[in-house]
């Protein structure tokens, strides 16, 4: 790839993503522009009491809960050149996260470069350069401007992925995906059921239970949770065989009368705004072919930041943006067009063979450690050190004890070891009594 001196290059999302790289683009010197399609940065970050649409008729982006602690402890969490503050807590709630990171942007003065209301609705390659249509969304007027690179920074966490259950039309009441999940209290007295239990699924139970009658909480994860005593109102069933008009019936035989049903069933990725034209096949969990999941392989100067799963993601996008810059400002080659394609069909191939879905494709999961040496190795880029892999394990295992998990402090110690300590709450005993 030939190096072009003064690029134009956009930054698409002014999430964490779309700011890392703005952060690093800036480390080198290099020039950009962001376009994001609402009107405030922080993507996922900023809580938004609303759910459905913005006045403006766009999709309510972010899927944050009211009383959302981060299910990551702060190191794992923390921006490169930017120190978390001391006093913030272990697991903070998304409003202290969400401070850090307008500190962050104050701090790097990142805001300049934000274009807000300007939505991204395509992407193109045509001669040498990106074609990036975006819709000014106040007037409506369309843009169509050119760019020699595009990042992009639009996450993954906000179109809903539903199951497909029988009877579920029949159904009379409420049903809502955990995208649109804000806070416990219009279920208060009623019969729950929630659907999954992946992040939002255990942190929608807990918090629904604190007001609804009963919470019946429908999943086949492989965690073992019996160390979390649950409430008197939980109550675990396993997956849902068919609704009807008053309740579901569960695979081993048994029914139960709900009134509401929360589906935390996961998200989809929605890149639907890259045409053909870029190289890219789009699924609804998959985007491929991607080389270290950051560049697409048939058009090298498209980048994808944090288009990752199971991993301490934002230490992994951090890294990727990273990676991103030094690549724009040539200071690492890529490989061939051959040895990437051959590398990207192993790691298909691997997750075959591993007799999983190519739905866990973009999961980094137990090699998050070595796509960081990966990263590093090719590009030069500061290693992200083994210790935050060693905590994100630690702290899986301690959420056997939802309840306990976030009580654990975690502390750096060098680039290998941590330090976890157990903060106890001296002033009250209460929750301790009703666990
Ligand atoms: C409920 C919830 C809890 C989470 N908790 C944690 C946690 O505790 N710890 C952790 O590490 N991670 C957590 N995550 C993951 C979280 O998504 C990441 O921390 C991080 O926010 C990802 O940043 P991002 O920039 O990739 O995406 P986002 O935060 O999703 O930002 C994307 C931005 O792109 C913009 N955008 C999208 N499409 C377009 C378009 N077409 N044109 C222009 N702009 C567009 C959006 O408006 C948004 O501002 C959580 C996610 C969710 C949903
Ligand atoms: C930086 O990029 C913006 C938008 O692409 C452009 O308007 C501006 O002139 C550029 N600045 C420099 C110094 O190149
Ligand atoms: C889950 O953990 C408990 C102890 O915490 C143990 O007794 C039990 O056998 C485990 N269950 C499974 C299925 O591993
Ligand atoms: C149905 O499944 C739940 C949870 O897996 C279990 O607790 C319950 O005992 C099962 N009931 C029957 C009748 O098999
Ligand atoms: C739904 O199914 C259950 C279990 O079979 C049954 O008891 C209940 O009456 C059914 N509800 C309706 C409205 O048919
Ligand atoms: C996916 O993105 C496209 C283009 O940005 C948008 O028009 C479409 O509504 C999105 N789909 C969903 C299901 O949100
Ligand atoms: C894009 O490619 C797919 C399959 O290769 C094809 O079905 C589709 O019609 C193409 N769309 C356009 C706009 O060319
Ligand atoms: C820790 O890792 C960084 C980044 O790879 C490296 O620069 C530093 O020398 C390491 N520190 C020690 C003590 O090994
Ligand atoms: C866990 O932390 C909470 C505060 O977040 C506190 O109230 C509780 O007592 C602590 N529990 C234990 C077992 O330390």
Redesign the pocket.
């Known amino acids: 790839m030939m190096q072009i001196s003064n690029p134009r290059i956009c930054i698409i999302g002014a999430g964490l993503a779309g700011l890392t790289s703005a952060k690093s683009l800036q480390g080198e010197g290099l020039n950009f522009t962001i376009l994001e399609a609402t009107e405030y940065f922080g993507g996922t970050w900023r809580y938004e009491p609303r759910v459905g649409n913005y006045d403006n008729g766009l999709p309510i982006f972010s899927s944050m809960y009211k009383h959302l602690r981060t299910n990551l402890p702060k190191p794992t969490m923390e921006l490169k050149g930017f120190p978390i503050p001391e006093d913030m807590p272990s697991y903070p709630t998304w409003e202290m996260y969400y401070e850090y990171l307008k500190n962050y942007v104050k701090h790097f003065d990142l805001e300049r470069y934000i274009k807000y209301q300007h939505h991204v609705i395509g992407i193109s390659r045509a001669g040498n350069a990106w074609k990036v249509k975006h819709k000014y969304l106040p007037s409506g007027e369309v843009y169509v401007d050119e760019f020699d690179y595009v990042i992009i920074g639009t996450g993954h966490f906000s179109v809903p992925k539903r199951p497909n259950i029988k009877g579920e039309e029949l159904f009379k009441g409420t049903i809502i995906h955990s995208h649109n999940y804000r806070e416990p209290e219009p279920y208060r007295g009623r019969n729950v059921m929630i659907v999954g239990a992946g992040p939002s699924g255990v942190d929608i139970t807990l918090d629904v239970a604190t007001v609804a009658k009963t919470v019946y909480h429908s999943h086949h994860s492989k965690i073992n949770f019996s160390k979390t005593k649950f409430p008197k109102n939980y109550i675990?069933?396993?997956d849902i065989k068919e609704f009807n008009e008053t309740g579901a019936s569960?695979v081993?035989?048994?029914y139960e009368n709900v009134d509401d049903v929360i589906y935390c069933t996961g998200y989809l990725f929605n890149y639907s705004f890259c045409d053909n034209s870029t190289g890219l096949t789009l699924r609804p969990k998959t985007v491929t072919p991607l080389h270290k999941f950051i560049v697409n392989i048939n058009q090298p100067t498209m980048l994808f930041v944090g288009l990752i799963e199971k991993a301490c993601l934002v230490t992994a996008l951090d890294a990727q943006s990273r990676y991103v810059a030094a690549l724009i400002k040539g200071k690492f080659a890529l490989p061939s067009r051959d040895e990437m394609m051959k590398e990207w069909q192993m790691a298909v191939d691997k997750c075959v063979e591993k007799g999983r879905s190519l739905d866990n494709l973009h999961f980094l999961a137990e090699s998050e450690d070595e796509y960081y040496e990966e990263l590093t190795k090719e590009s030069g880029i500061e290693r992200v050190p083994p210790v935050l892999s060693k905590i994100r394990s630690a702290d899986m295992l301690s959420k056997e004890n939802l309840y306990t998990y976030r009580n654990y402090s975690y502390k750096v110690i060098d680039n290998n070891t941590f330090e976890r300590t157990l903060e106890v709450d001296t002033d009250s005993n209460n929750i301790e009594q009703t666990m």
Do not use: A, S
């Open positions: 675990v069933k396993p569960f081993n035989g048994t």
